[in-house]
T-cell receptor
Framework: AQSVTQPDIHITVSEGASLELRCNYSYGATPYLFWYVQSPGQGLQLLLKYFSGDTLVQGIKGFEAEFKRSQSSFNLRKPSVHWSDAAEYFCAVLGEGGAGKSTFGDGTTLTVKP | EPEVTQTPSHQVTQMGQEVILRCVPISNHLYFYWYRQILGQKVEFLVSFYNNEISEKSEIFDDQFSVERPDGSNFTLKIRSTKLEDSAMYFC???????????FGQGTRLTVV
């Protein structure tokens, strides 16, 4: 069965610093991968997705992610973090079986220091 | 921009009571989902629904849960006899096809007391 691991529970970065959030997946075939962001008390907003093609994908809010099949990873990056980026970030993989469910990682909480 | 809407945003109920959580998916979407997130934990899949029937459900989705599309726009999750451990944020999601991204609603925070 598919699974997603986000090794970092909590990350703190200074405003203006670069950011990388790690995601590793386990999946039998070519995965469809997503990053979602959840601000406190809010729903899940899609940042970006990878289905196929170019392994470096661009998303909203200046985020990008790189799919590396050899490392089973899909890490999220941002060159310069803004205070408004403080939130929880979830990596997800589209499940097997055809029903279209997603399996989520445990999430990484991002704190931004002024 | 089309969005998934959920009502109510917050529901408090007594243990043993029935609750119905409501969702209006994006209008041209055909695949519907419920997920839940217990406070501080990951988002967990509950059930997927297509063509007026359940296409997949998780172990969490036991007999106390049911889903329904009562009309052409609403998608509901019913919990028959709520337990304290049902307290969570419940998210509805919809898709145009199974191999695309899901669009999530803002969630309903259910508190069972």
């Amino acid at each position: 069965a598919q699974s997603v691991t986000q090794p970092d529970i909590h990350i703190t970065v200074s405003e203006g610093a670069s950011l990388e959030l790690r995601c590793n997946y386990s999946y039998g075939a070519t995965p469809y991968l997503f990053w979602y962001v959840q601000s406190p008390g809010q729903g899940l907003q899609l940042l970006l997705k990878y289905f196929s093609g170019d392994t470096l994908v661009q998303g909203i809010k200046g985020f990008e992610a790189e799919f590396k099949r050899s490392q089973s990873s899909f890490n999220l990056r941002k060159p310069s973090v803004h205070w408004s980026d403080a939130a929880e970030y979830f990596c997800a993989v589209l499940g097997e079986g055809g029903a279209g469910k997603s399996t989520f990682g445990d999430g990484t909480t991002l704190t931004v220091k002024p | 921009e089309p969005e998934v809407t959920q009502t109510p945003s917050h529901q408090v109920t007594q243990m043993g009571q029935e609750v119905i959580l409501r969702c209006v998916p994006i209008s041209n979407h055909l695949y519907f989902y419920w997920y839940r997130q217990i406070l501080g934990q990951k988002v967990e899949f509950l059930v997927s629904f297509y063509n007026n029937e359940i296409s997949e459900k998780s172990e969490i989705f036991d007999d106390q849960f049911s889903v329904e599309r009562p009309d052409g726009s609403n998608f509901t999750l019913k919990i028959r006899s709520t337990k304290l451990e049902d307290s969570a944020m419940y998210f509805c999601a919809s898709k145009s096809s199974p191999n695309t991204e899901a669009f999530f609603g803002q969630g309903t925070r259910l508190t069972v007391v």
